[in-house]
């Protein structure tokens, strides 16, 4: 296991540049995600620590080794892929014992290893399978084989669930925390789901554009984004974003006043962006936020309910069920702890 040091990379294709001096520091055992919208970096930030993308400039080090000039295979890390990268015509035992047999490891130790990542995976029943006779999840379980097979200083995952089904991927991305809490390697995972990223990281670190937004544990980017772009990103459905000013602490939204708790450096008058969560959102004959409902969708547990708040769109998540019908006008009332308020010009938090 290693600690990942990314400092000040850059990295450019002719005269575009896709990354804008990046700093990332992972901790040794640490499950990291980068996550981003498509094209914000993420995964040639992630082939740059491999060793599959040269650095345009900066440095990476992987424990205390800087390995910007080193080829992928004397990093010691293990790759696993979106696509799988299967070898078709070998069985699952050879494909992950393939590295191994390159390195000319002896076939008692090969064997061991096999048979332990096949154990830890539940691959025992399928070794002598070929990769076309294994469903989608199989497949991924013999990819992450092959990588533990190596024993590395680090795990890289490069979008390993986006070719499941929703209810495969639910439990993959389960077995893969499981299997890092297991194994306690360095890992670095970059998803474009959020929920993912969510779900399974110690902490995020939020691109876009090349630039890193934010980085912080789940929890900390939920509960403190710094600005609209992770708001909206963090948490599904996303936040809410509605325009209004800063007047005598709180924000004053058409003739609605709605109060902020949290401390906020905003001066009176400000254009400002009230966020709140839909699930801080609740019916209150009281409130002073009327909306009209537009779109009901019933999940089971829940109930997503779009409505609209003066001309702007309001997504809210109703807990309790309700005869409500598109039309209607719909009273509620936010979680004032829980509010949120930024610049409007520059899209940065402005709480204290």
């Known amino acids: 296991m290693a600690s990942v040091t990314i400092e000040r990379v850059e990295k450019s294709f002719g005269a575009t540049k896709v990354l804008h001096g990046v700093d990332v520091g992972i901790e040794d055992g640490e499950f990291c995600v980068l996550v981003g919208p498509s094209g914000c970096g993420k ?62 490891r002896p076939q008692a130790e090969i064997d061991s290893k096999v048979n332990e990542a096949a154990q830890i995976l539940g691959l025992q029943p399928y070794l002598d399978r070929y990769p076309r006779q294994l469903s989608g999840g199989q497949r991924q379980r013999v990819a992450m084989g092959r990588a533990i097979v190596r024993d590395p200083q680090v795990f890289l995952f490069d979008e390993p669930l986006s070719n499941l089904d929703a209810k495969l991927r639910v439990q993959m991305r389960t077995e893969i925390k ?70 005598g602490g709180a924000v004053q939204i058409g003739d609605a006043r709605v109060p902020v708790r949290r401390p906020i450096r905003a001066s009176d008058g400000q254009s400002v962006l009230l966020g709140m969560r839909p699930e801080h959102l609740a019916p209150s004959d009281a409130s002073p936020l009327t909306a009209r409902v537009e779109v009901i969708e019933p999940t089971g547990s829940d109930t997503l309910v779009m409505c609209t708040l003066g001309s702007e769109p309001l997504t809210v998540v109703l807990r309790e069920r309700m005869a409500l019908k598109p039309g209607m006008n719909l009273r509620l009332a936010p979680d004032f702890d829980a509010l949120h308020v930024f610049d409007e010009a520059t899209g940065k938090s402005l709480a204290n």
């Open 178 to 247: 499981s299997l890092h809490q297991r194994l306690k390697t360095t890992s670095i995972y970059v998803t474009h789901d959020q929920i993912e990223a969510m779900t399974m990281a110690d902490r995020i670190v939020v691109m876009r554009d090349g630039v890193v937004e934010q980085i912080g544990t789940p929890l900390h980017l939920y509960d403190n984004p710094a600005n609209v772009f992770v708001a909206g990103f963090i948490g599904s459905p996303a936040m809410n974003l509605i325009k209004g000013q800063w007047v």
């Open 43 to 104: 995964s040639t930030l992630l082939r740059m620590i491999a060793g599959l993308e040269e650095i345009s400039a900066g440095r990476i080090s992987i424990g205390n080794r800087v390995v910007n000039d080193l080829p992928p295979k004397e990093r010691d890390i293990a790759m696993v892929f979106q696509n799988y990268a299967l070898y078709p015509h070998m069985k699952v035992r050879d494909n992950m014992a393939f590295a191994l047999m390159l390195a000319k």
